[in-house]
């Protein structure tokens, strides 16, 4: 069923997202819908492309590279071919340039969950913020495809495409293009085994039938192909050092002395990021600050304050308040959310919307926990509670 796309991508996109409680929690979401009834086998229907940041989109190198992406395209591979002198067909020569690098029309994804979470994870640099492994039901979208594309993978007996196949559909890119470059659809496809970091990542390619299409927007457009699963910026950690128990390494993935360095550096890289003392206090006072600037401007609405507006200042404080926590000091966390809290209610109080019993039921209960990291994860509870019965009234 088709929707019609909207202004907002990121709210849009944000319909389909499931977040994670727990790591165990994480593990079902990432192997639901595994049951096959027709092979009785747990198989799934899903490729997955992990990212360490929710934000990033599903923009391909070559729309980041910018200028006009068929011309680019042409431009980019042509030249690639003659400096290469690759006597391969187009396909081949598509797939290893995206795996060398090359801005292409094709995004990386795998039939791992797991290699998908560590690439969800690998980012020191990122883990004070949420994450979120795509989801694409890659049969599915089968069902959009050409029938000239559908009928030979009926014919193979597959659901993905390999280079060979799509030489058959296509010759060439070019041909590719002419054919089916009219419709709006996503296929995806399993490179050659080119070496072991392909094979070893479990790697398959999506590319969309035009260069410009973008696959976040055919995705909105066809809600029933995909989700989200949101990795909390407080569960990274958990994540990362269980996967790292599991073997699921730079080590085991980019085999070679490249990869050992990137898994040693990661490895020994400290948790905690040198925000002791003064850097603490500052950071604390920084956030009750902006969090003040929300609040004011949450006062000086009318009589009904808008649910927009709650949300934003519960947001921001989670924002600012996770990095203190994950750089170290609980108290400070709690400190943060104790205080944009306590003075949002109030404010909620002062015009009411509904009932505030509940959310003030929960508050005292997380202000009478023992312990600083207790405090903050009952008061985040309680931010969790508002933005699950505010958020979906501002959409």
């Known amino acids: 069923m088709e929707k019609k796309a909207g202004n907002n991508?990121?709210?849009?996109?944000?319909?389909?997202?499931?977040?994670?409680?727990?790591?165990?929690?994480?593990?079902?979401l990432l192997y639901v819908g595994n049951s096959n009834k027709d092979t009785n086998r747990f198989r799934s229907n899903f490729a997955f492309r992990g990212l360490s940041?929710?934000?990033?989109?599903?923009?391909?190198?070559?729309?980041?590279?910018?200028?006009?992406?068929?011309?680019q395209e042409q431009r980019l591979l042509r030249d690639f071919k003659k400096y290469t002198n690759f006597q391969g067909s187009d396909w081949e020569l598509l797939a290893?340039?995206?795996?060398?690098?090359?801005?292409?029309?094709?995004?990386?994804?795998?039939?791992?969950?797991?290699?998908?979470?560590?690439?969800?994870?690998?980012?020191?640099?990122?883990?004070n913020t949420d994450g979120v492994i795509w989801c694409i039901d890659y049969i599915k979208a089968n069902e959009l495809i050409h029938d000239d594309l559908k009928n030979i993978l009926l014919i193979m007996e597959a659901d993905a495409f390999t280079v060979e196949m799509l030489d058959k559909?296509?010759?060439s890119l070019e041909d590719f293009n002419k054919k089916f470059g009219t419709q709006k659809f996503v296929i995806c496809f399993e490179p050659p085994s080119l070496d072991d970091r392909i094979v070893n990542q479990f790697g398959l390619f999506s590319m969309t039938s035009q260069a410009n299409l973008k696959l976040d927007s055919l995705l909105i457009q066809h809600p029933e192909l995909y989700h989200r699963i949101i990795i909390p910026a407080h569960l990274n950690w958990e994540v990362r050092d269980k996967l790292d128990q599991a073997n699921i390494t730079e080590r085991v993935l980019f085999s070679g002395l490249d990869g050992l360095s990137q898994w040693l550096k990661r490895r020994y890289s400290p948790r905690e990021l040198k925000m002791t003392g003064g850097k603490t206090?500052?950071?604390?006072?920084?956030?009750?600050?902006?969090?003040?600037?929300?609040l004011a401007e949450l006062k000086l609405q009318?009589?009904?304050?808008?649910?927009?507006?709650?949300?934003?200042?519960?947001?921001?404080?989670?924002?600012?308040?996770?990095?203190?926590?994950?750089?170290g000091s609980p108290q400070g966390c709690a400190q943060v959310y104790l205080y944009a809290a306590r003075r949002l209610l109030a404010i909620m109080i002062a015009h009411p919307t509904r009932n505030l019993d509940p959310i003030k039921e929960m508050l005292n209960r997380a202000v009478s926990d023992e312990g600083a990291d207790s405090l903050a994860w009952g008061l985040r509870r309680?931010?969790?509670?508002?933005l699950q019965q505010f958020s979906h009234e501002c959409k």
Not at 281 to 294: R, W
Not at 303 to 327: Q, W
Not at 382 to 386: E, R
Request: no cysteine; proline share 3%; aromatic share 10%.
């Open 9 to 28: 991508l990121a709210t849009e996109l944000q319909e389909n997202d499931i977040v994670a409680k727990s790591w165990a929690h994480l593990n079902e």
């Open 53 to 71: 940041n929710k934000k990033f989109d599903l923009s391909t190198s070559l729309m980041r590279l910018g200028g006009d992406y068929k011309i």
């Open 96 to 127: 290893i340039a995206q795996h060398h690098g090359l801005p292409t029309r094709l995004l990386d994804w795998t039939y791992s969950p797991y290699v998908a979470l560590h690439f969800a994870t690998a980012e020191v640099s990122q883990t």
């Open 169 to 171: 559909a296509a010759g």
């Open 281 to 294: 206090f500052e950071a604390i006072d920084d956030a009750i600050k902006e969090i003040d600037i929300k």
């Open 302 to 327: 009318p009589e009904k304050i808008s649910f927009g507006a709650i949300v934003k200042v519960v947001e921001l404080a989670i924002e600012r308040g996770v990095p203190i926590y994950n750089h």
């Open 382 to 386: 309680v931010f969790d509670s508002i």
